[in-house]
């Protein structure tokens, strides 16, 4: 099994920077699809970026501009650079992995990103 932990998370001002890691325990790194989520208070789960082994990437409307994913492949690790946080921007931030073939997927244990003054 893929087992993945997410750390990074905090309360951070309006308008400032986090940058959240998710650290996999297999070696097999490379045939997953790797994303973040994240779920606020009342509502829905929803992806915020994704990025493939090859490195193509993905990000909602919401954070385009702002958020940057990437990954090491090396150290089997995905990042997600968060810039400019809004308060909209908080929520629970869980790290995901999508098996490339069979599309079985793995969760983290999600980590609180909190944007207050």
């Known amino acids: 099994q893929v087992q993945l932990v997410e750390s990074g998370g905090g309360l951070v001002q309006p308008g400032g920077s986090l940058r959240l890691s998710c650290a996999a325990s297999r070696s097999i790194f490379r045939i997953y699809t790797m994303g973040w989520y994240r779920q606020a208070p009342g509502k829905q789960r929803e992806l915020v970026a994704a990025i493939t082994s090859s490195g193509i990437t993905n990000y909602a409307d919401s954070v385009k501009g702002r958020f940057a994913i990437s990954r090491d492949n090396a150290q089997s690790t995905v990042y997600l650079q968060m810039n400019s946080l809004e308060p909209e921007d908080t929520a629970v931030y869980y790290c995901?992995?999508?098996?490339?073939?069979?599309?079985?997927?793995?969760w983290g244990q999600g980590t609180q990103v909190t944007v207050s003054s």
């Open positions: 995901n992995a999508d098996h490339i073939m069979t599309r079985h997927e793995y």
